[in-house]
């Protein structure tokens, strides 16, 4: 039997943060992360014993833990969020890079959706940011014709969302994206008026999607998900004992999605 030629795969690489100020601080991980095709789910949840579709497998993918979090299906709303951005990509395809739930937990504290034209081109990219108390916000920014035939993807945007108790709601992020081919890469620069305050990437190799990949992506990091959530709370002592205040808390945006006008990037 032939075995299926997947768009979706598996990413395996490290995360990095690099705090300048306040207090300097660095960490970094070994992850894996999952790109996975909407439309191709109904057929990694047939074929794959490893992998559910808004079911309990070791690794899972729910609608519920993403969007408007409320379990319907993400592709009619992603849609309807690029129709009210004036963006009409034709039907092409909408491919998500994200943590799996893994042994039935997880915690993305960013996902990003890569939204393409009938014919291939990435067209926009919608940036969803999770924060530790349960709070979602989602950024959509349309992708240049420029930067979609360079392959590197550079966008930028204001804050609009609390995510760090560390870091003040007046800042902007600077993305640089590597859409996903043999490597994926995103990295984000975040910067207030006197410059730049962290950076954060994710680079990741890519891997065919199959039971064995799986099977061993789970062997190495049996844990992930959970390791997520509590490093990112143990770095967060770990500021608070280097002495950086807190900020105030600002709730969310009314909308979940605020579309981002394209601004020139330095």
Request: glycine share 6%.
């Amino acid at each position: 039997m032939t075995a299926p030629t997947w768009t979706s795969a598996l990413y395996a690489g490290t995360v990095l943060h690099r705090r300048l100020k306040p207090k300097r601080h660095r960490l970094d991980y070994r992850v894996f992360s999952l790109l996975l095709d909407l439309d191709e789910l109904p057929d990694l949840d047939r074929r794959l014993r490893g992998f559910g579709h808004n079911r309990w497998a070791p690794l899972a993918f729910h609608d519920r833990d993403h969007g408007p979090g409320d379990g319907r299906p993400l592709r009619p709303w992603i849609e309807s969020a690029l129709a009210e951005a004036g963006l009409d990509l034709g039907g092409g395809p909408i491919r998500v890079l994200c943590y799996p739930r893994l042994w039935g937990y997880v915690f993305n504290p960013l996902t990003v959706y890569f939204c393409h034209h009938a014919d291939g081109r990435l067209g926009a990219v919608l940036h969803e940011v999770n924060n530790t108390l349960g709070e979602r916000h989602c950024y959509l920014i349309p992708v240049s014709e420029s930067d979609a035939a360079d392959r590197v993807v550079r966008q930028t945007c204001d804050k609009r969302f609390y995510v760090s108790p560390f870091i003040a709601m007046e800042t902007t992020y600077h993305f640089k994206i590597k859409p996903p081919d043999d490597k994926v890469a995103v990295a984000i620069q975040q910067t207030d008026a006197e410059g730049t305050v962290l950076h954060a990437s994710f680079t990741g190799a890519r891997r065919p999607l199959s039971d064995r990949t799986l099977a061993a992506a789970v062997a190495r990091h049996p844990l992930m998900t959970l390791k997520v959530i509590v490093g990112i709370h143990w770095e967060a002592l770990n500021l608070w004992i280097k002495g950086v205040k807190v900020v105030r808390r600002d709730p969310p945006p009314a909308n979940l999605v605020t579309v981002v006008t394209p601004r020139p990037v330095p």
